[in-house]
Every structure is written in structure tokens, then in C-alpha cells.
């Protein structure tokens, strides 16, 4: 079965710093790789998806994740962060058309400082 | 669009309880899912629906849980009787058609506690 890994629980950064966050898939096949956003108190929104194509991919808000087969890696970034990006994220995989369950990562905690 | 609308937002109930949740998906989705979120858990698939009817029901904790989808508009999760291990947050999801890897749309969530 595939597995979705998000090494990072909680990540502290300064507002205007760059961040990256990690995810790492469990798939023999390419997947179709999402992350998603939850600010507290909320629902969880998609920032982005990946289904074929270039492997960078860009989303919402400014974010960007790329692809790697060769590492299984799906990792987000963005450039310079706001304190608005101050949530918890999480990335999924649905790994056929057929199988519409999304799993996800355990999530992690953005914390932003001024 | 209103977007997945869930009600209600909060629900505090003591155990032993029934406890009814309810989504009303977006307009035009064909396909529906509960989750439930727990810090032990995570976000944990309890039940899909495409086109009002129960795809797959294999992550309902027992049954003290069931979902009903009488309606292209309405579905409701029900918890009788209820526990404290019941305690979580149930989110309520739709999508345009499962399947062709459209995004799920979530609503904000129903916070559960049971005492």
C-alpha cells in the first residue's frame, strides 16, 4: 500500500525566509501527489497537485512543489513566507483513477516568527 | 459557490448519546467522503460516496458509526451510541467525480468531544 512520510512535525521560520517542506511517498508507480493546506480552526484547501507533466508545479499562494521520481520526494517551498502562512500542511497521494482514497502525511506545523 | 457547508461546527455531548453530523456537499459534486482527524490518527478516510451511493465504508471505526447520502445535497454521519474515543474533528469532503483526480473540495469541519 502506499504511504505518504512528512519527516518534519513542526518547522519555525522568519517571516520573508524561505521554507521547504518534505514529503516522501511509498508507491512502485507514479503516484498523484497533492498538498494541502489547514489554518487553524479550518478546513483543508489545496495549495497544489501533480499529476503528469513538468515537475515543477505551481500553486496558490505563491507555492511551488517539485517532483523527484528518483528520490520519491514531493517537496513544497516558497520563497519568502508571510505570517499568514502560519498552518499545517499536509501532503497526499491517490495513486489511480481507480482508487479514490487520499492518504495522507502526518502533517506539519509551520510556525512563523516575526 | 458556498462550499462544503457541515453543521454543526461544535458538538459536545456526554457518552451514550446518538450524534448526527451533516454535510451539505457543493452543488454538482458527485462524490462525497468523511474524514475523521485526530492527533493520534491523523486524517483518516471514513466513508465514500459517488453519486448518493456507499462506495466503500471499510474505514468506519463499527458499528456504532453510519452514513447515509439520501440526496445529491445532503449526507449525514451518525454516531450511536456515542464514546469519548469518538472525540475528533469529522471533515466532510466532495469532488466533481472521484476518480479523474479532481481535488476534494473540504468543508471547516465538525470538532466532536464526547464526555
Known amino acids: 500500500a502506499q504511504s505518504v512520510t512528512q519527516p518534519d512535525i513542526h518547522i519555525t521560520v522568519s517571516e520573508g525566509a524561505s521554507l521547504e517542506l518534505r514529503c516522501n511517498y511509498s508507491?512502485?508507480?507514479?503516484?498523484?501527489l497533492f498538498w494541502y493546506v489547514q489554518s487553524p480552526g479550518q478546513g483543508l484547501q489545496l495549495l497544489l497537485k501533480?499529476?503528469?507533466?513538468?515537475?515543477l508545479v505551481q500553486g496558490i499562494k505563491g507555492f511551488e512543489a517539485e517532483f523527484k521520481r528518483s528520490q520519491s520526494s514531493f517537496n513544497l517551498r516558497k520563497p519568502s513566507v508571510h505570517w499568514s502562512d502560519a498552518a499545517e500542511y499536509f501532503c497526499?497521494?491517490?495513486?489511480?483513477?481507480?482508487?479514490?482514497?487520499?492518504?495522507f502525511g502526518a502533517g506539519t506545523t509551520v510556525t512563523v516568527r516575526a | 459557490d458556498a462550499g462544503v457547508i457541515q453543521s454543526p461546527r461544535h458538538e459536545v455531548t456526554e457518552m451514550g448519546q446518538e450524534v448526527t453530523l451533516r454535510c451539505k456537499p457543493i452543488s454538482g459534486h458527485n462524490s462525497l467522503f468523511w474524514y475523521r482527524q485526530t492527533m493520534m490518527r491523523g486524517l483518516e478516510l471514513l466513508i465514500y460516496?459517488?453519486?448518493?451511493?456507499?462506495?466503500?465504508d471499510s474505514g468506519m471505526p463499527e458499528d456504532r458509526f453510519s452514513a447515509k447520502m439520501p440526496n445529491a445535497s445532503f449526507s449525514t454521519l451518525k454516531i450511536q451510541p456515542s464514546e469519548p474515543r469518538d472525540s475528533a474533528v469529522y471533515f466532510c469532503?466532495?469532488?466533481?467525480?472521484?476518480?479523474?483526480?479532481?481535488?476534494?473540495?473540504f468543508g471547516p469541519g465538525t470538532r466532536l468531544t464526547v464526555t
Open positions: 501533480y499529476f503528469s507533466g513538468d515537475t
Open positions: 497526499a497521494v491517490e495513486t489511480s483513477p481507480n482508487d479514490y482514497k487520499l492518504s
Open positions: 508507491y512502485g508507480a507514479t503516484p498523484y
Open positions: 460516496f459517488n453519486n448518493n451511493v456507499p462506495i466503500d
Open positions: 469532503a466532495s469532488s466533481p467525480l472521484a476518480g479523474t483526480y479532481y481535488e476534494q473540495y
